[in-house]
């Protein structure tokens, strides 16, 4: 069997969470393991519980993507399971505060930066090389309709989430030729626990103002399914917005 016939071997960040949990059952379904890094192992191990419920298998690990020690180990745990890494889905994020600029606590700042975009970096560091010494893998990294416009008081998502696009634009550039692919998800509002705290938080439902309908989880999975699989196999750097087209307003 050549090394591009062996079964796919995913590890989803954040996959305890909404779209983590979608992500997992969609692969799944596809045949692929999935092993689902979360800083809450409870939210993992329930998606995990979910994914053999259907008849996949997987892991389910304690994983914070801001350490890159703990993201070594997990890809160690993962080769031995199941062989190496050929998709990695990068939707681990935090929503952080809704404040104006001006009174945008400056720790705040710092943690959703760290998770979102040092943590997507790591993961790609940790990653990629094992991919390119194969000559096989996909990276989606789930970015954001954040990555390319304003939100209102939310400093620190819509930075992480422009700087989530530029850094797969260079990864992209940078795995060019190698049989690596890394593209972007780029989703509007999707219902679950995050856009709950956003609304939550801003009182006036600046998130929905420009939506016409919320995605459902499953709705970006989809999307995220296809850039991993080998239908994508000609693109690269891409930033797919799923969002029913409402950036276009
Ligand atoms: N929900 C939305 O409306 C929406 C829209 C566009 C993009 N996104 C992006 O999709 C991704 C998933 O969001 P979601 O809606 O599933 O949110 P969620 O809060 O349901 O899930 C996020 C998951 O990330 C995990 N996580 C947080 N910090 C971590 C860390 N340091 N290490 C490991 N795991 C960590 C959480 O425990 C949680 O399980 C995020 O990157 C988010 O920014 C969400």
Same mark, same amino acid.
Do not use: N
């Given at each position: 069997m050549r090394a591009s016939d062996d079964p796919a071997v995913a590890i989803v960040t954040g996959g305890g969470g909404d779209l983590g949990r979608a992500t997992a059952m969609r692969l799944?379904?596809?045949?692929v393991a999935v092993t689902l890094l979360d800083n809450s192992l409870i939210g993992a191990q329930r998606t995990l519980a979910e994914v053999e419920a259907n008849g996949g298998r997987g892991l389910a690990l304690a994983v914070d993507v801001?350490?890159?020690?703990?993201?070594a180990g997990a890809l160690d745990a993962v080769e031995n399971a199941f062989g190496?890494?050929?998709?990695l889905v990068n939707c681990a994020g935090i929503e952080g505060t809704v404040s104006p600029i001006d009174t945008y606590p400056e720790d705040v700042f710092d943690r959703v930066m760290a998770v979102n975009v040092k943590g997507v970096f790591?993961?790609?560091?940790?990653? =990629?090389? /094992?991919?390119?010494?194969?000559?096989r893998g996909t990276v989606v990294n789930v970015a954001s309709t954040s990555a390319i416009r304003g939100r209102g008081g939310l400093a620190g998502y819509v930075a992480s989430k422009h700087a989530v696009l530029g850094l797969t634009r260079v990864a992209a550039i940078d795995?060019?030729?190698s049989g690596v692919r890394v593209n972007a998800v780029l989703p509007g509002p999707i219902a679950g626990r995050m856009i709950e705290s956003m609304e939550s938080q801003s009182g006036d439902g =600046?998130? /929905?103002a420009t939506v016409a309908a919320l995605a459902r989880p499953e709705d970006v999975a989809a999307a995220i399914a296809f850039l991993a699989s080998k239908d994508a196999c000609h693109v690269n750097g891409a930033a797919l917005v799923?969002?029913?087209?409402s950036t276009l307003i």
């Open positions: 799944a379904r596809d045949g801001t350490r890159a020690d703990t993201l190496g890494v050929t998709i790591l993961a790609m560091q940790a990653t =990629i090389p /094992r991919m390119i010494a194969r000559g795995v060019a030729g =600046i998130q /929905r799923v969002d029913d087209g």
